[in-house]
């Protein structure tokens, strides 16, 4: 009797393990493919990733004292995978609102035979178009050069 009990506790645990982990698969299939996609990813929230993350860790944690395999196996999955959502969200997040800095900086309308601003400032062209890196000093560098001329004009 005392076998059976083991064997559906164990079962039991490792299916409860196999949901911990596919529970957080379709969130993180979608955040992979729209990461480059702000507006897909606006409604990730960041506070509930982290609360996750910190359930998971604290499950890890109790499962370690206790000496629970089951317990904590979907932590050391999960962990990553929050960890992963939630700089790929932050980084939409920020190349957003980089984006939207220098969308303002075109004009909608030109007077006839003017030149968009961005004809002369290459990577602010390429940061209009392209996965933006608010790190990357070149992009701080045009950004900065933008908004002088912006001022100056």
Same mark, same amino acid.
């Given at each position: 009797?005392?076998?059976?009990? $083991?064997?559906?506790?164990?079962?039991?645990?490792?299916?409860?393990?196999?949901?911990?982990?596919?529970?957080?698969?379709?969130?993180?299939?979608?955040?992979? $493919?729209?990461?480059?996609?702000?507006?897909?990813?606006?409604?990730? +929230?960041?506070?509930?990733?982290?609360?996750?993350?910190?359930?998971?860790?604290?499950?890890?944690?109790?499962?370690?004292?206790?000496? +629970?395999?089951?317990?904590?196996?979907? +932590?050391?999955?999960?962990?990553?995978?929050?960890?992963?959502?939630?700089?790929?969200?932050?980084?939409?997040?920020?190349?957003?609102?980089?984006?939207?800095?220098? $969308?303002?900086?075109?004009?909608?309308?030109?007077?006839?035979?003017?030149?968009?601003?961005?004809?002369?400032?290459?990577?602010?062209?390429?940061?209009?178009?392209?996965?933006?890196?608010?790190?990357?000093?070149?992009?701080?560098?045009?950004?900065?050069?933008?908004?002088?001329?912006?001022?100056?004009?």
């Amino acid at each position: 009797m005392e076998y059976v009990v $083991q064997l559906i506790t164990e079962a039991s645990g490792f299916l409860a393990s196999i949901t911990g982990f596919l529970v957080w698969l379709p969130q993180a299939k979608r955040v992979w $493919q729209d990461r480059k996609d702000p507006a897909r990813l606006a409604g990730v +929230s960041i506070p509930t990733q982290v609360l996750s993350l910190a359930g998971n860790v604290l499950w890890l944690v109790h499962a370690i004292g206790i000496g +629970s395999f089951w317990l904590g196996a979907p +932590s050391v999955i999960n962990v990553p995978v929050i960890l992963l959502t939630v700089y790929l969200v932050r980084r939409s997040q920020t190349a957003a609102i980089v984006n939207e800095g220098l $969308q303002a900086l075109v004009p909608e309308e030109l007077p006839d035979g003017e030149e968009p601003v961005l004809a002369d400032m290459p990577v602010l062209e390429a940061a209009l178009t392209a996965d933006v890196d608010p790190a990357d000093p070149e992009v701080a560098s045009a950004v900065q050069h933008a908004e002088d001329f912006a001022r100056a004009v």
